[in-house]
């Protein structure tokens, strides 16, 4: 079994990535936690399959200190569904976009709880953890229409959701970008929705000082150089709309 990754540890600011507990049909899915003095935040804490591992984990690295958070990037399952679970087995407070605050119910939330379910507005917004700011950013429409993703300035760490993601590769991190283009490229291609957006994302991100971009799936774009490639790759790329040509078509019987 793999171990927890330590993706950055200095001034009491840990950021971690999670052992993948993950296996059979379910997605893999990255869980990563971000602890600043006695206060963490959990990334997109993933279903009821993994729900207890990552939760214990999530306890044991804490050690007595207090989950302030859940992220949740958008209402997918693999991101959400066990948010119950959470919120009844701590006093952390849930982020989602605004606009799927009223979908979360549906898989099953306490009526205890849902007062500490919050919606982030449109806009983003900063989040204090025990000091440390954290800029939720805005990525609407990759691929969600209301998703959202994480910086984090002391670390440097893009937490970048579901735009990044890459499927079936052995390693953690991206060693040759071209090569790894494989993993990823028809994932981006069906799933980001148009290169309109790609290019506001890139435009809004390029501002940032990042380090290491760190996506829900695969492995992460580590380093200055390898981030800037991948959103170098993001402005050019046509994804979505942007590729259905031909429009529907009815289906015909085999």
């Known amino acids: 079994m793999s171990t927890t990754q330590t993706l950055f540890d200095q001034a009491g600011h840990k950021n971690l990535l999670l ?32 729900y207890n591992r990552v939760l214990g984990e999530t306890t044991g690295l804490l050690k007595g200190g207090k989950l302030r958070y859940l992220f949740l990037s958008h209402q997918d399952p693999d991101i959400i569904a066990a948010v119950n679970g959470w919120l009844m087995t701590t006093d952390a407070d849930a982020y989602v976009s605004s606009l799927w605050v009223r979908f979360v119910p549906h898989f099953g939330l306490d009526r205890l709880v849902e007062h500490r379910l919050h919606g982030i507005p449109d806009e983003g917004m900063v989040l204090s953890l025990a000091g440390a700011d954290l800029l939720i950013l805005p990525a609407h429409f990759l691929h969600s229409a209301g998703n959202f993703q994480v910086y984090d300035p002391m670390s440097k760490i893009l937490y970048s959701g579901d735009l990044g993601a890459s499927l ?29 957006v790609l290019r506001a994302w890139v435009n809004m991100v390029r501002n940032l000082d990042i380090e290491i971009i760190a996506p829900q799936h695969g492995a992460m774009f580590k380093g200055a150089d390898m981030s800037k490639r991948f959103i170098d790759w993001c402005e050019s790329l046509e994804c979505g709309v942007d590729l259905l040509e031909g429009g529907f078509k009815l289906p015909r019987r085999t």
């Open 168 to 196: 079936g590769m052995d390693y953690d991190v991206v060693p040759d970008f071209d090569a790894h283009l494989q993993y990823m490229e028809g994932f981006h291609k069906r799933y980001m929705t148009s290169k309109i």
């Open 19 to 50: 052992p993948d507990f993950g296996h059979g049909l379910a997605v893999q899915a990255n869980q990563h936690l971000i602890i600043h003095g006695n206060e963490g935040m959990i990334l997109d804490p993933g279903g009821h399959k993994v």
